[in-house]
């Protein structure tokens, strides 16, 4: 398995092309056979970290199979391009409120991404980019898991995270897993400014602007639910302590579960 770097921000700089990959799922080059090429040496299973001028790695993924789409307006990422080429990825991190810094990327892989596509090509360095990425997946810190999605959704829409199905429990605990603060994030999106039980408006704006609502896993991780859109409720504290400690929890917890999967199935 590789990594790759691929650098959004060549030529003529397609204002927003981050957004868009994410968006849309995909990596994009253009320029060419050999821009063209550059795609096809990615393996189905390969990472690509999204690579931006000024900003660093701000988003990481996997591609998803060994196509490479050749692409033409108006279909195009970037529309003075007469052509792209895409490769359909499964986007994991979207790290754009927290980027790897150029300088941190640069001492941990050893390249230095200054064109189109670079590889890690040192097992060593890529074990050390890894381990970084599996860090910034999840975090095992509350105030990292609300602020790291907070500033995701001050960047604007954000896309669907698959989560974790399976979800790994912190060493020397019992009952304490790593979160996903994406998965925290689109749930928030989701709810908008209301609670997902009972509907009522968040009870303040906390400081950065954004209703103050809790994250919830409707089926406990300690009972093996998932990290995942599917089983994360954003709750006001009311519905959230009721659903913890209230004496109708598990009816209530059967609420919460058809809501959030109505909501999932949309
Ligand atoms: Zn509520
Ligand atoms: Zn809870």
Request: aromatic share 6%; with cysteine.
């Amino acid at each position: 398995m590789d990594i790759h770097v691929l650098n959004t921000d060549r030529g003529h700089g397609a204002v927003g092309a981050d957004a868009e990959w994410l968006r849309r799922g995909v990596a994009v080059t253009s320029g060419g056979e050999n821009y063209a090429a550059k795609l096809r040496q990615i393996r189905s299973g390969d990472w690509i970290l999204m690579w931006l001028n000024g900003r660093g790695v701000v988003a990481a993924g996997r591609a998803v199979d060994d196509r490479v789409q050749h692409v033409y307006p108006p279909n195009v990422v970037n529309s003075s391009e007469p052509e792209e080429y895409h490769r359909l990825m499964d986007w994991r991190l979207d790290l754009r409120s927290n980027p790897i810094s150029a300088a941190e990327f640069t001492a941990l892989s050893g390249v230095r991404p200054t064109s189109a596509r670079v590889r890690i090509r040192d097992p060593e360095r890529r074990a050390a980019v890894l381990a970084r990425l599996a860090e910034l997946e999840r975090t095992a810190d509350p105030t990292q898991y609300e602020m790291i999605a907070d500033s995701m959704l001050a960047l604007g829409p954000v896309s669907k995270p698959i989560g974790f199905p399976i979800p790994t429990r912190i060493e020397g605990t019992t009952n304490c897993f790593y979160r996903s603060p994406w998965v925290r994030a689109w749930t928030l999106q989701r709810a908008g400014r209301h609670c997902e039980l009972c509907k009522s408006a968040a009870p303040f704006l906390k400081s950065s602007g954004l209703p103050y609502l809790e994250s919830h896993h409707v089926v406990p991780m300690s009972e093996g639910g998932g990290d995942t859109p599917e089983n994360t409720a954003a709750l006001c504290p009311n519905c959230h302590r009721e659903l913890h400690c209230g004496a109708e929890r598990i009816g209530k917890r059967e609420e919460l579960k058809r809501i959030v999967l109505g909501q999932e199935m949309k």
